[in-house]
Structure formats: C-alpha cells, structure tokens
C-alpha cells in the first residue's frame, strides 16, 4: 500500500518562483528522504531528514519534517528550467523505503 | 558519489519468453539490492529485497516464480521476469544500499521492458 500522500499531484511555476511540495505518511519512520526522477529516468537522492530533525537545508533546497503531523515538505527556492522533473518523498524504516505518489513540477521559462 | 549501473536500458521481448535484467554497484559493494517497479506517471512500488548470498524478500502480491532475483556477488544482482506477457511492461528500478551509519540507496538509471 502507498504510504505516502503528496500534493500537489502537479505543479506549473515560473522560472525564479519557489515551488513547495508537501508529503504526508502513515506510520513511524527513521528518515524521510526526497528524490527527483526525470521522465524516463532513474532518480536521484536530494536531502534525507532524520526523524529527529526539524529542517534542514541543502542548496536551493529546504526539508521539513513535522513527526506529530507526519508530513514532511519540500520548497525549492529560486526554481530553474532545468528543475523540471518529478519529486518523490520517500520514508525509510527498517532499511526498506516507501515511495510518495509524486508531484511533477514544471518550470517554465 | 555511488554509482549504480542496469543493463539493459531498454529491452522489447514476445510474451512467453524470459528476460534478465542486471542491476550493478560499479564502486561500491553492496549486501542489499531493491529491485521496484513503475508504472508510467506512478510511483515505485519496492518489489523484493535481494541480500548478497541469500534468498530474495518479496513484498506480498509480487510472485517469486514470475520474478526470480539472484543476488550472487556484492556488487550483481539480476531480475528475471519469466514467462513475461504484456501486464509484465513496465519500468524496472535497482537500487543499492551503501553500508555505514549513513542510509543512503543509490538508484540505477532503470530498464524499460516491453513485452509483445
């Protein structure tokens, strides 16, 4: 079964406006990770937030984790063309890993 | 960072017949593959959990028999999808897990199987 929920299923931006993502889970995890996939392609590991962590930032990338809602959020500052992709979240426990449903973010120029 | 290989990245085969896919970790050694699926505009459903020297954990409703995984080294391991028919096509995903204190899995870039 899915255990992750995103919304929005779509998202369509301008280049240079933030784009957030938001990711919602079920059951207690030990990370949450996020991953973007281009079309056709395999993905590529982001950020992990550990479920002690609150926030926490990498580049144009900012992580969320709220353990109490279990939701966790994705904003992508400053977004490019080339942002173009699909954004997983993905929740880690015990060693295996549980996809969101996605969000496809377009950035048009 | 880890790099993770499959081969093929396409491949197009006639129902009834077999057909492997490779997933390698090309500079690191991994005791733990994932193999999943995705289906077009999806998510990756995790199929099975292939340990270096043992047999293979399946997720319940994925058959053993259709998709045997052998994971004989620590850097191979491979997806037979047997006896495939069209419901088999589909996007194939591997993915490696490093060891450490960091969970981290390395994705391989996927094999597109098409069956006829």
């Known amino acids: 079964s899915q255990q992750g929920e995103e919304d929005p299923q779509a998202l369509s931006i301008q280049e240079g406006e933030n784009a957030t993502m938001n990711c919602s889970y079920k059951?207690?995890?030990?990370?949450l990770q996020w991953y973007r996939q281009n079309s056709g392609r395999g993905l590529v590991h982001l950020i992990l937030?550990?479920?002690?962590?609150r926030e926490k930032h990498s580049g144009r990338l900012r992580v969320t984790l709220d353990t109490s809602k279990k939701s966790s959020s994705l904003l992508i500052t400053a977004s490019r063309a080339a942002d173009t992709a699909s954004y997983f979240c993905a929740t880690e426990r015990g060693n295996k890993l549980t996809f969101g449903t996605g969000t496809q973010l377009k950035v048009e120029l | 960072g880890a790099v993770v290989s499959q081969h093929p990245s396409r491949v197009i085969c006639k129902s009834g017949t077999s057909v492997k896919i490779e997933c390698r970790s090309l500079?690191?050694?991994?005791?733990?593959m994932f193999w999943y699926r995705q289906f077009p505009k999806k998510s990756l459903m995790l199929m099975a959990t292939?340990?270096?020297?043992?047999?293979?954990?399946?997720e319940q409703g994925v058959e053993k028999d259709k998709f045997l995984i052998n994971h004989a080294s620590l850097t191979l391991s491979t997806l037979t999808v047997t006896s495939a028919h069209p419901e088999d096509s589909s996007f194939y995903i591997c993915s490696a897990l490093t060891g450490g204190y960091t969970y981290e899995q390395y994705f391989g870039p996927g094999t597109r199987l098409t069956v006829t």
């Open positions: 059951t207690s995890i030990n990370n």
């Open positions: 292939s340990n270096e020297g043992s047999k293979a954990t399946y």
């Open positions: 500079d690191f050694q991994a005791t733990t």
């Open positions: 937030i550990r479920s002690n962590e």
